[in-house]
C-alpha cells in the first residue's frame, strides 16, 4: 500500500509518496548538521523536486501567521 503525506511549501499543499516523504526527512537532517546554510539547503531541494510532488492547491488563509483584519 502506498502511503501517501502531505507538506506545505509556498503557501502550497503538496502530497507526497512515502518515499518522496522519507527522502525529505534525510535532507532535513542532513541540513540539520550543516554548519550553516541548512535552510538553504532544504529550499534547493524543495525547488529542485517539487516538479514531482502532486499540488493540492494554494492554502487561502494561514492562521499559524499572526495576522490583522
Do not use: C, W
Amino acid at each position: 500500500m502506498n502511503e501517501k503525506r502531505i507538506i506545505i511549501y509556498n503557501n502550497t499543499v503538496y502530497e507526497l509518496l512515502e518515499e518522496q516523504y522519507e527522502r525529505l526527512l534525510e535532507i532535513q537532517d542532513e541540513a540539520n548538521n550543516l554548519p550553516f546554510a541548512g535552510d538553504l539547503h532544504i529550499e534547493e531541494h524543495l525547488n529542485f523536486n517539487i516538479h514531482q510532488y502532486k499540488s493540492l492547491g494554494e492554502i487561502d488563509l494561514n492562521f499559524d501567521v499572526p495576522y490583522s483584519l
